[in-house]
């Protein structure tokens, strides 16, 4: 498994950016598919994007379209969010995952390392 480490999270009004990033110690991330997910208080978790080790982004969430994205930078060995235009629905504790696998599948259980998660909160 990978020891995943999530960073960027924080408090932003709404309408603003934040860009989070995932990173792994000891290993190459550019071999796997990373996802990112999200659960807020009292809702399940969800997954937002998802990225091929290929590049191949997939969203998975209809209410982040057209104001997040998911990147990844092979010579630093990070795969990041950006999320433009924020709602307080946005609001949660952002989790960034990995696959065994080379492509996004959408299953869950696809995914088998976790990170700690980082905190995202839109208020005003």
């Known amino acids: 498994q990978l020891q995943l480490v999530e960073s960027g999270g924080g408090l932003v009004q709404p309408g603003g950016s934040l860009r989070l990033s995932c990173t792994a110690a000891g290993a190459i991330l550019d071999f796997y598919a990373i996802g990112w997910f999200r659960q807020a208080p009292g809702k399940e978790r969800e997954e937002v994007f998802c990225?091929?080790?290929?590049?191949?982004?997939?969203n998975y969430a209809n209410s982040v379209k057209g104001r997040f994205s998911i990147s990844r930078d092979t010579t630093k060995n990070m795969v990041y969010l950006q999320m433009n235009s924020l709602k307080p629905e946005d609001t949660a504790l952002y989790y960034c995952a990995s696959t065994l696998r080379r492509a996004c599948s959408g299953s869950v259980s696809s995914f088998t390392s976790w990170g700690q998660g980082t905190q995202v909160t839109v208020s005003p």
């Open positions: 990225i091929s080790s290929t590049g191949v982004s997939t």
